[in-house]
C-alpha cells in the first residue's frame, strides 16, 4: 500500500510532463503556421498591389518615426517589394519632403549629443549605419560646436570622476579616457579632459597617456 502513492505520483508527473512537452511543440507549430500565413498574406498584398503596399509600409513606419532613406529602402526589400515600386514611392516622400535625411542627420546629431554626449566620430558612425550620405552626414556634424563638444566631455568625466575615487589616478586615467573614447572623442581631448579633471581635486598625472592602454576600461 505505501507503494502505490509513488507509483501515482511517478506516473502523473511523467504524463503531466509529456503533455507539456507535446503542448509546447503544438505552440511552437502554431507560431510557425501563424508566421508562415502571415508571410503568405503580405506576399500576396505585395503581388497585388505593390506600390500601394510600399506606401502603407512607408507611411506606418514614419508614424512611429523619423527614418532614413535607407532605412525605408530596407524594410521594403525585407518585405519582398520590387525595386522599382519601392523606388517610386521614396522618391515621391523625399520629393514632399515626408524622407528628409538632412533633417534627419541635423535632429540625430543634436539629439544623440545631448541625451548620450557622443562626439562626432561616434555620430558619423551612427549615420553611416542609418545609410545616409557622407557629405550630408558632414554637413549635419559641422553644426556641432567642437567647443560645446569639449564642455560636454567635461560634463561626462565630472559626472563619472565621483565613482573612480578610491583608484589610482593611472586606473582614473583609464576608466575616465576610455569612457570618453567609446563615445567617440579623440584621445587627446579625452586626455586632456582628465588631466585637467584630476588636477582640479590634487592629483597630478605625469605618465605619458599615448599608450593605447590607457584607453581601456
Known amino acids: 500500500?505505501?507503494?502505490?502513492?509513488?507509483?501515482?505520483?511517478?506516473?502523473?508527473?511523467?504524463?503531466?510532463?509529456?503533455?507539456?512537452?507535446?503542448?509546447?511543440?503544438q505552440e511552437r507549430l502554431s507560431?510557425?503556421?501563424?508566421?508562415?500565413?502571415?508571410?503568405?498574406?503580405?506576399?500576396?498584398?505585395?503581388?497585388?498591389?505593390?506600390v500601394?503596399?510600399?506606401?502603407?509600409?512607408?507611411?506606418?513606419?514614419?508614424?512611429?518615426g523619423p527614418r532614413t532613406r535607407a532605412e525605408l529602402a530596407a524594410a521594403l526589400a525585407k518585405k519582398g517589394v520590387p525595386d522599382d515600386a519601392a523606388e517610386q514611392v521614396l522618391s515621391r516622400f523625399t520629393e514632399v519632403g515626408m524622407i528628409d535625411d538632412a533633417l534627419f542627420a541635423s535632429l540625430w546629431v543634436a539629439s544623440r549629443h545631448r541625451g548620450r554626449g557622443l562626439a562626432s566620430r561616434a555620430l558619423s558612425q551612427e549615420l553611416r549605419r542609418k545609410g545616409v550620405d557622407g557629405e550630408v552626414a558632414q554637413a549635419a556634424l559641422e553644426e556641432l560646436?567642437?567647443?560645446?563638444?569639449?564642455?560636454?566631455?567635461?560634463?561626462?568625466?565630472?559626472?563619472?570622476?565621483?565613482?573612480?575615487r578610491g583608484l589610482?589616478?593611472?586606473?582614473?586615467?583609464?576608466?575616465?579616457?576610455?569612457?570618453?573614447?567609446?563615445?567617440?572623442?579623440?584621445?587627446?581631448?579625452?586626455?586632456?579632459?582628465v588631466r585637467e579633471a584630476l588636477a582640479e581635486q590634487g592629483s597630478q598625472i605625469d605618465v605619458a597617456f599615448d599608450a593605447p592602454q590607457f584607453l581601456e576600461d
Open 145 to 164: 560646436d567642437p567647443e560645446q563638444e569639449l564642455a560636454t566631455a567635461r560634463a561626462l568625466v565630472q559626472r563619472r570622476l565621483i565613482g573612480t
Open 52 to 64: 500601394g503596399f510600399a506606401r502603407a509600409s512607408c507611411l506606418r513606419l514614419l508614424e512611429r
Open 1 to 25: 500500500m505505501g507503494r502505490r502513492p509513488a507509483a501515482g505520483f511517478g506516473a502523473t508527473r511523467s504524463g503531466a510532463g509529456a503533455g507539456a512537452g507535446a503542448g509546447g511543440r
Open 31 to 50: 507560431f510557425a503556421g501563424r508566421a508562415a500565413a502571415s508571410a503568405a498574406a503580405t506576399a500576396a498584398d505585395v503581388e497585388a498591389d505593390p
Open 168 to 193: 589610482t589616478p593611472d586606473a582614473q586615467v583609464r576608466r575616465l579616457a576610455g569612457m570618453l573614447a567609446r563615445k567617440g572623442y579623440p584621445a587627446g581631448t579625452a586626455f586632456r579632459v
